[in-house]
């Protein structure tokens, strides 16, 4: 399974991104994807993340209310619509697949596929 993130960019406090995580190859073994986020000297941190199916939608507190994640079958893409965006928001911004095993779909170690990262700048 491939993975291509796009939609970062530099944006100022209050304004909106589209990521974008489009996935190929054998994408039918896996059930979840996700994003992620990582800040400088930080550790990488959940932000949200759906089932394929789309039954299910997963977000950390920090962004809930702000961010929509969502997912295009037919397209085999997810998508992270970011709103209010704010300077904490700021952070390379990773997808990422896993098949299915019984992990927290928070944990890093619940995927098996990593996209390449998008840095999302946010300016005050």
């Known amino acids: 399974v491939q993975l291509q993130a796009s939609g970062g960019g530099l944006v100022q406090a209050g304004g909106s991104l589209r990521l974008s995580c489009a996935a190929s190859g054998r994408t039918v073994s896996t059930n979840i994807v996700g994003w992620f986020r990582q800040a400088p000297g930080k550790e990488r941190e959940f932000v949200s993340a759906v089932t394929w199916d789309a039954g299910s939608a997963f977000y950390a507190d920090s962004v809930k209310g702000r961010f929509t994640i969502s997912g295009d079958n037919a397209k085999n893409t997810v998508y992270l619509q970011m709103n209010s965006l704010q300077p904490e928001d700021t952070a390379v911004y990773y997808c990422?697949?896993?098949?299915?095993?019984?992990?927290?779909?928070?944990?890093?170690?619940?995927?098996?596929?990593w996209g390449q990262g998008t840095q999302v700048t946010v300016s005050s």
């Open positions: 990422a697949a896993g098949r299915p095993r019984g992990l927290m779909w928070s944990h890093v170690s619940r995927y098996d596929y």
